[in-house]
């Protein structure tokens, strides 16, 4: 069977700009091989140099895909700061090279930041191969609204901090998007069925990989789902908007304080208006 060529034609803007050494910024698989875009795997192929998360696994995925004769450097986390200059140095002689992460897209709770802000900084133009990421899949399969979402990536592992964090980003009226490990997870939805037990869930595991698995529910659901269970690989939960509802304020000087907060009228105005609506 013939294949059509994996050459896709250049993009517009700023990879049309001729000359000069540029970063791209390609993102690979979460798991499924076949989600790469052709883009990436034509730029892959092209470019000398590739700069990786983790050395290995770019090894691994151009095997896969049959590209030869690369350099490959390594960028990974708690190392980004030391290795800007060099590479740096290195996207200039070679003319073109593409960062990649271990899976999905370079940056989103991955390296690269430092080195694509430099680059930036330095005139050098960074170019987005955009793909997977599991922040947006799971988001695309959840059900959940997805405007306003916010990224959290990684919550703190110390649970006294991991409540705190939580409580305050759970204040927004943002559905939210969490990393999170097979380890931790019980803890987070333990902390959610305390401080959000009637926010809708979605958790999405293995995603594009055999064992792939969603789940929608409250957190006590979705922990009755886990519970007894040896939870492996790898993890993405959406927390759902809450409701807002109307505050109940139990005694007077609850009402008071509300609507002060919320009218902004002086304390006297609204004494004033409170005792012409309540009748003695
Ligand atoms: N840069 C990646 C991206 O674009 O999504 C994320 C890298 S971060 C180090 C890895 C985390 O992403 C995992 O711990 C998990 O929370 C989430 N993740 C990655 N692959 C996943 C998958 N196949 N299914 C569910 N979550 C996944």
Known sequence: MRRPPLTAPR?????????????????????????????VLETLRRVPLVIAEDTR????????????????????????E?????????????GEAVLISEAGTPVISDPGYLLVERCRREGVPVIPLP???????????????????????????????????????????????????PLRIEKTLEALRELAPRRPLFLAREMTKLFEEHLSGSAEELLAALTGREIKGEITLVVGRGEKRPPRPESREELVEILLRETGLSLKRLERLLRRETPA
Not at 59 to 78: D, M, Q, W
Request: glycine share 12%.
């Open 57 to 80: 696994r770019a090894r691994s995925l151009f095997a896969i895909y049959g590209i030869e004769g690369k350099r490959v450097e390594s960028l990974f986390k708690g190392k980004e």
């Open 11 to 39: 993009g517009t803007g700023e990879d049309d700009r001729e000359g000069g050494p540029r970063l791209y910024v390609a993102a690979t698989p979460l798991g499924n091989r076949e989600d790469v875009t052709l883009r």
């Open 131 to 181: 793909g997977p990421c599991a922040a947006v899949a799971a988001l695309s399969v959840a059900g959940l609204p997805a405007e306003p979402f916010l990224f959290l990536g990684f919550s703190p592992r110390k649970p006294g901090e991991l409540r705190h964090y939580l409580e305050g980003y759970l204040s927004l009226p943002f559905t939210l998007v969490l990393y999170e490990s």
């Open 82 to 94: 030391v290795r800007t200059d060099d590479l740096i140095e290195k996207i200039r002689g070679a």
